[in-house]
């Protein structure tokens, strides 16, 4: 489950933050993720709460934003996004072509906000 890592690693940024802010406790953490990363949002929020519990920041809270896909077709141009992440069946728009299309947002994963205290 690599779920489990990417929330170590994410705990790991934000208790570095909190040392630079003078941070004790995490209230809420932010992620925003894209449609191709390829998470499961359920086992985010279980690693998180199973990471967090007995420490510090035991109930503090994750909160999941999904970014949509959105392509640029390399042959006329244009920006273009759906709620599917088949990538390969998805024609452009504008001039229908249906291969090369250039990932402009959903590869991402960003911890986008921290609250602590």
């Known amino acids: 489950m690599h779920e489990m890592t990417l929330v170590q690693s994410l705990l790991d940024m ?5 040392v630079r802010r003078d ?3 995490l209230l809420l953490a932010r992620v925003e993720y894209g449609a191709l990363v390829g ?4 086992a985010l929020h279980c690693c998180f709460e199973i990471l967090t519990r007995g420490t510090v920041h035991e109930n503090a809270r994750l909160e999941l934003v999904r ?3 959105r392509l640029r077709c390399p042959f006329c141009g244009v920006s273009f996004g759906e709620e599917v ?5 998805i024609p452009c728009p504008v001039c229908g072509e249906f291969f090369g299309h250039i990932v402009e947002q959903g590869k ?6 921290l609250e602590a205290s």
């Open 23 to 25: 941070c004790k406790r």
């Open 14 to 18: 934000a208790e570095e933050e909190l």
């Open 85 to 89: 992440q088949d990538v390969l069946n």
């Open 67 to 69: 970014l949509p896909l």
């Open 108 to 113: 991402e994963m960003i911890l986008s906000r």
């Open 39 to 42: 998470v499961m949002p359920e």
